[in-house]
């Protein structure tokens, strides 16, 4: 079982949807949680980051935390062609190490 | 993140060959960590520094690869006799604490070719 899961992907949804994009994890310990966008032949961009279960908002993005099932997740609101990247779930454990998920390409069609 | 600074961006090696790769992180932060991008991967964690110090370098190949950061200088993530499956993209973080809530941020990553 990998450390950090997510959706194999490619995941496409039609220009003003909501992408719902999923990760678990198996570390219990695990404490922060990140959300990177990489553009291809780019570097991972941070876009959100949540430590707490529950909700996180952040414009068209929302972050949710469910420790008790290791699962987190990112919504994309209103997606744009723009929002079409690789999107990278990483998690925390050890001070400022991430392990992080093989990545969920989205593609938003206009 | 524009603050961190990698290079180069783009190294082609022989077999063999070292290869050097550099990162400065941003100003202020003196945690760096590097991470490898396989195509079509998601980033395998290396090696983590602090100034002189290695902290954490589990995942390291225990062979060919060593990184430094000394006291002045940048980063170096260093691969000695390169083979064809050293080929990837090379990415350097940085941090401003060792706190498990630590954001960090990238840098541009050198892609290394061994041809």
């Known amino acids: 079982q990998k450390e950090v899961e997510q959706n194999s992907g490619p995941l496409s949804v039609p220009e003003g949807a909501i992408a719902s994009l999923n990760c678990t994890y198996s570390d219990r310990g695990s404490q922060s949680f990140f959300w990177y966008r990489q553009y291809s032949g780019k570097s991972p961009e941070l876009i959100m980051f949540i430590y707490s279960n529950g909700d996180k908002e952040d414009g068209r993005f929302t972050a949710q935390l469910n420790k008790a099932s290791q699962y987190v997740s990112l919504l994309i609101r209103d997606s744009q062609p723009s929002d079409s990247a690789t999107y990278l779930c990483?998690?925390?454990?050890?001070?400022?190490?991430?392990?992080f998920g093989d990545g969920t390409t989205l593609t938003v069609k206009p | 993140n524009a603050g961190v600074m990698q290079n180069p961006r783009h190294l082609v090696r022989r077999r063999g060959q070292e290869a050097r790769l550099r990162c400065s992180p941003m100003k202020g932060h003196s945690h760096v960590y590097w991470y490898r991008q396989l195509p079509e991967e998601g980033l395998k964690f290396m090696v983590y520094?602090?100034?002189?110090?290695?902290?954490?370098e589990s995942g390291m190949p225990k062979e060919r690869f060593s990184a430094e950061f000394p006291k002045e200088g940048p980063s170096i993530l260093r691969i000695q006799q390169v083979v064809r499956g050293d080929s990837a993209a090379y990415f350097c973080a940085s941090s401003s604490n060792q706190g498990v809530r630590t954001e960090a941020f990238f840098g541009q990553g050198t892609r290394l070719t061994v041809v």
């Open positions: 520094l602090q100034k002189e110090n290695i902290i954490d």
């Open positions: 990483a998690v925390n454990t050890n001070a400022g190490k991430s392990t």
